[in-house]
């Protein structure tokens, strides 16, 4: 059964339903300016209804009922004017039929002094809209039609001119195409030209195609502005007007939170970098070492800083993956070792997460394969120039960095030198890596035990008697959501999360990054022998950055099973000493090489020049023949040469007084000499030869 105020449509006009009653319903059409009330019996509307011809829809004026005009505003007067006028009518049954209407209609003329049309008007209006109050509201709202196309006339729309010259422009379809183009080209892009400038620009279009118009009458600025408002929406303005890059960070709207995505601890880490705005000083105090890097791995659904690394490599693979081992593996030694005495349960975040979110530089390649084949983990990479998709990573680390500025000297500020006399900030360092790690250390406890996060987004079945702090969000969801973390050997997650790098196998073992390493297992594989053999060509190869005394060969490709190589005597150069400075050293000695070859060719080509001269110049000296035939010359080399040897041997014999003059030198042995003044023989050491 309908009620009253329902909306119907019926034979494609509707209807609104005005008065019930047992027999019959009593509408008007909502469309017509010229509609009355109708009576229709009930049994009819119910047999349409049956057919399907008659069906309840939405009220057209419901926002009518949400309106609320201002106090004593010309709208809140029209409308109570109104339904004083007619409040006599709308109460009385009889209003609603045709043979008691007119003698009502003549009563209210005489008691409100309103024409009979308008008081028609005003019920029209009062039925048709929803019988309420609001229903008399004036359209204000439509009032000059705004954001709607001028019809186009011989006559310039709008105020004419008093001041300037000129009787102005009428913009038609040609002047708006220029608009615009001017627009589109040099105001809705990303650098950010001001409108003056394009309409500047549509003035140099204007006068080529109008050549003969006057300047004063040349479509104005405002004009501009006002088709830019008219035609371009706000959103489209301002995603137009904005860097692509900043509107997708900065400036979208927000459309969903970060925590809704997640099911629970460790569904999803956050992984970032920045360069810390604080300049070091070295161990020992005796330089600036320049600011260090800053890596935080944070969970999303807590909000908990699950691990971290600070140290002065740049962001990068191998730096991230040594911020993912510390958040996947107890921290309880190394806050020790800074001197923060905690329990596991304090820094609860051990085990392999499910996602973890990075930058596409450095969680993208085959590298971080192994860790998602090995182990499972789902890695998610945001778009590019996309930090607003790691919002939370990001918002951490002004709040670890906001713990220390205020106290900290060698704080990074707006600029090198302030003012004119002022001190450069780098010259302040006064904290060494250890003292700053320690103060991070602090600042992430401080942060996962304490902080209370106000804006948190909260579970709908998280109690409202659990503080919003990191430690309680991520205990009641490991017990009410997802479960504990997957554990793992911390052995075998090193090696996992470890770089990898190609490796090739010759006579002096394996070969990585110019050092040779071996290992038991590869010397009984019987690959080192130098013999026409077959072997393998190259292997994949794990590595620790802070170690180059060690490789981590994997001999079977997909397999886990993994040799531990170390440094041959042919690259012990490079023990004790870590991947970086290894690189470093090779890189020094190609540069040393190269410039060594330089001086090489040099004087190789020197040596050239001198050779080609002497032969030159021999050759001019050379007989054109040896007086004897060519047997007897070749018969007579062996006398010719044992000639030559004697006179060599007289030319390098001493003069006999400058020799006795200089008295014998006198031969002392350090050790014992041998009996028979032999040296010793050291070739089976040397050669390592036991037979």
């Not at 020992?284 to 002065?312: C, E, K, M, N």
């Not at 994997?554 to 993994?562: I, K, L, R, T, V």
């Not at 030559?644 to 020799?659: N, V």
Request: hydrophobic residues 35%; neutral net charge; aromatic residues 10%.
């Amino acid at each position: 059964m309908l009620r009253i105020n329902d909306v119907v449509m019926y034979l494609d006009t509707r209807y609104r339903i005005l008065v019930v009653s047992d027999t019959q319903y009593t509408w008007i059409d909502i469309d017509s300016d010229k509609a009355f009330p109708e009576q229709i019996p009930l049994s009819e509307v119910d047999a349409e209804i049956l057919s399907e011809a008659l069906r309840k829809v939405e009220d057209p004026f419901l926002h009518l009922a949400a309106q609320l005009p201002e106090q004593g505003s010309t709208a809140q007067k029209v409308r109570d004017k109104r339904l004083a006028a007619i409040e006599m009518l709308i109460n009385h049954p009889d209003i609603y039929y045709r043979t008691g209407r007119n003698a009502l209609i003549k009563q209210a003329i005489e008691a409100s002094g309103s024409a009979k049309k308008t008081l028609y008007s005003h019920l029209r209006q009062y039925w048709q809209r929803g019988c309420t109050p609001n229903a008399l509201l004036p359209d204000y709202d439509n009032s000059g039609a705004r954001g709607e196309k001028r019809a186009t006339s011989d006559k310039k729309l709008g105020r004419p001119r008093s001041i300037a010259p000129g009787t102005g422009a009428i913009i038609d379809s040609s002047i708006e195409r220029m608009f615009r183009i001017v627009l589109d080209r040099y105001y809705l892009t990303e650098k950010s030209h001001s409108l003056p400038y394009a309409h500047r620009r549509f003035e140099d279009m204007f006068e080529t195609a109008n050549p003969d118009e006057l300047k004063e009458n040349f479509p104005t600025i405002r004009q501009l502005r006002h088709f830019y408002e008219r035609e371009y929406i706000r959103p489209d303005r301002i995603r137009l007007r904005a860097n692509k890059i900043n509107y997708q960070k900065d400036i979208k709207p927000l459309h969903g939170t970060a925590t809704a995505g997640v099911h629970g601890p460790g569904a999803r880490y956050e992984i970032d970098a920045t360069i810390a705005d604080i300049y070091l000083l070295s161990a020992d105090r005796q330089s600036i070492i320049g600011r260090p890097t800053l890596y935080a791995v944070i969970d999303v659904y807590s909000r908990l800083i699950a691990g971290f690394y600070v140290g002065l490599e740049n962001p990068s693979y191998v730096t991230a993956m040594l911020a993912l081992v510390n958040a996947m593996t107890d921290k309880v030694q190394l806050c020790q070792s800074y001197g923060y005495d905690i329990e596991s349960e304090d820094w609860p975040s051990i085990g392999i997460p499910d996602a973890i979110l990075a930058d596409r530089g450095e969680l993208l390649g085959y590298q971080i394969e192994y860790l998602e084949q090995a182990f499972g983990v789902r890695i998610e990479n945001t778009p590019p120039y996309r930090g607003d998709a790691k919002g939370i990573v990001e918002r951490n680390f002004r709040t670890l960095q906001a713990d220390f500025k205020p106290f900290a000297p060698g704080v990074v500020t707006g600029n090198i030198v302030r003012k004119r006399g002022g001190k450069d900030y780098r010259l302040d360092a006064t904290l060494t890596l250890h003292e700053f790690t320690k103060i991070i250390i602090g600042s992430i406890l401080h942060r996962n035990q304490h902080s209370v996060l106000v804006k948190y987004d909260r579970d709908p079945e998280m109690p409202d008697t659990l503080a919003p702090i990191p430690i309680n969000i991520w205990h009641w969801g490991i017990q009410n959501r997802s479960g504990r973390l997957r554990n793992t050997s911390a052995a075998a997650l090193k090696i996992a999360l470890l770089p990898r790098q190609k490796v090739t196998l010759s006579d002096y073992g394996i070969q990585c990054f110019g050092a040779y390493y071996t290992c038991r297992e590869l010397v009984e594989s019987g690959w080192l022998h130098r013999t026409r053999q077959q072997r393998p060509s190259s292997f994949i190869a794990a590595y620790d950055p802070a170690v180059a005394d060690v490789i981590y060969v994997f001999p079977d490709a997909g397999q886990p099973d993994y040799w531990e190589c170390s440094l041959t005597d042919r690259s012990r150069e490079f023990r004790g000493r870590s991947m970086w400075e290894m690189w470093v050293s090779n890189q020094q000695q190609k540069k040393t090489i190269a410039t060594a070859k330089l001086s090489e060719q040099e004087n190789k080509r020197a040596l050239e020049n001198v050779i080609d001269e002497t032969i030159r110049a021999a050759e001019k000296l050379r007989p054109a023949y040896f007086g004897d035939s060519k047997t007897e010359t070749l018969a007579g080399i062996k006398k010719s040469r044992l000639e030559a040897r004697d006179a060599e041997r007289q030319q390098r014999r001493p003069d006999s007084k400058t020799t006795a003059s200089k008295p014998k030198a006198e031969v002392k042995y350090l050790h014992k000499p041998p009996e028979d003044g032999a040296f010793p023989d050291f070739l089976d050491d040397l050669f390592g030869d036991d037979e």
